[in-house]
């Protein structure tokens, strides 16, 4: 049973997640917040695995309520509920440590899927969207993106290819599946990849092969 936060400033919101992701089997919603400051108040009593948090909200919104979250509960995980108009805030809130995101019009099914990725170790980066961003990002990004010849040279070819699939969102057996490799080596090329290029973690890995061009959609 996946444990389930919800935190949304607007009740219905709240309340019709609540209910749809509550009829499934899998998963356990074990309570809500209106805000990013409410889910670390609550977050650190329910302890959820998963926290689907909306990024525009007023008072602590998405980004500041997800790094609240990690900073203080690490092995929580934070998937962000967005629509179209918040592309500017998306890579903020991933770089601050969330697990990926969904616009909030997506089908239950597509929301479900996103979090047993997430639970099970993937990042969740719809492909169109991401794209979108990532557009926007790289008119914007210049200086980033003449870092990235010398960061790369030091990544094996082995390990460009690990960090592509990273920014698909795939999680390690999903890698191991498509590289026809062991797991325990792909969490090996996986940990070398994040010291060699400076990054936290394996999202910040995806995020960064997004937004570099290393990972296309």
Do not use: W
């Amino acid at each position: 049973m996946i444990k389930i936060m919800i935190v949304d400033d607007q009740p219905l919101v709240r309340e019709g997640l609540s209910t749809l992701l509550g009829l499934r089997p899998e998963i356990e919603v074990v309570g809500t917040a209106m805000d990013g400051k409410d889910a670390l108040d609550k977050a650190v009593i329910l302890l959820p695995d998963i926290v689907l948090m909306d990024i525009r909200m007023p008072g602590v919104n998405g980004v500041e309520g997800t790094k609240l979250i990690k900073d203080s509960l690490p092995d929580v995980k934070v998937l962000i509920l967005t629509t179209f108009n918040d592309s500017e805030y998306i890579f903020d809130a991933l770089e601050e440590g969330a697990n990926g995101y969904l616009l909030k019009d997506m089908p239950t099914d597509t929301i479900v899927q996103a979090i047993l990725t997430v639970h099970h170790g993937g990042v969740v980066l719809p492909k169109e969207f991401t794209s979108q961003v990532l557009t926007e990002l790289r008119v914007n990004n210049h200086a980033n993106m003449t870092e990235l010849p010398a960061r790369l040279k030091e990544l094996s070819d082995r390990e460009v290819e690990v960090l592509n699939l990273l920014g698909e969102g795939l999680n390690n057996r999903e890698i191991a599946d498509a590289l026809f490799i062991t797991e325990g080596t792909v969490k090996n090329h996986v940990s070398n990849v994040i010291q060699k290029l400076g990054l936290r973690d394996r999202t910040q890995a995806a995020i960064y092969a997004v937004r570099h061009g290393i990972t296309t959609f």
